[in-house]
């Protein structure tokens, strides 16, 4: 994830197949390049509305009784709220890029998710797996380091199916159809941005 001056990531950078982490080298693995990003913003304000400030003190109070080191803030959504976490990058060789997902097959198209749909991802680390929708259009805080987290809205919010690695899965129905791109999650659940969100932003189309 980067923010675009950070100098995390940068148009033109190398990508690797393996990449680094799994022994990956610089010198014979390139199979692409960055294209284009979405920026990744971590802004958030404190609120100036006078009932939700009363609020915060009133909660606080309560907070106080029972844990006085800690604190409640709340927080108004800026301008800069996050929708995808995604890029794209322009392959080396046109024929080593397959349409075809490891143990899943080619994808039939796009869908969009709804609470109780069965969904499936094949990913670096934790392979072929599959959950439950649990939530749509969910509005979340998504660490970025020990020191920094973005807020990202309309997101897609499915049970356990991932590990680190996992990052830009893409996120299928039963019968192949896509329904989200996998970039953040936990023990607990996973996060996916929509599908077709993730094309809009990239101005991209699956290949099908």
């Not at 033109?12 to 390139?30: E, M, N």
């Not at 995808?84 to 046109?94: E, R, W």
């Not at 097959?105 to 869908?111: D, E, I, S, Y």
Request: aromatic share 6%; proline share 3%.
């Amino acid at each position: 994830m980067t923010n675009g001056y950070d100098e995390r990531a940068g148009v033109g950078d190398a990508i690797l197949q393996p990449g680094l982490y799994d022994g990956g080298d610089i010198g014979t693995g390139v199979i692409g390049h960055l294209t284009r990003f979405v920026p990744i913003h971590s802004e958030i304000a404190s609120s100036q509305c006078r009932i939700a400030n009363k609020f915060e003190e009133w909660l606080n109070k309560c907070v106080k009784v029972f844990q006085p080191r800690y604190r409640i803030k709340v927080l108004r959504e800026t301008e800069r709220i996050n929708y995808v976490d995604c890029a794209v990058a322009a392959p080396v060789d046109d024929d080593a890029i397959k349409a075809e997902i490891i143990n899943i097959g080619a994808v039939r198209g796009t869908k969009k998710a709804t609470v109780g749909m069965v969904v499936k991802k094949s990913g670096r680390s934790s392979g072929l797996t599959s959950s439950v929708v649990l939530a749509t259009e969910v509005t979340c805080q998504v660490s970025l380091s020990h020191f920094e987290y973005a807020i990202f809205s309309g997101q897609i919010l499915a049970g356990p199916m991932s590990m680190p690695g996992d990052s830009g899965s893409l996120v299928l129905t039963e019968d192949n159809y896509a329904v989200g791109l996998l970039f953040a999650g936990s023990e607990q659940v996973t996060i996916l941005c929509q599908i077709d969100k993730v094309l809009e932003a990239l101005d991209v189309t699956l290949m099908i």
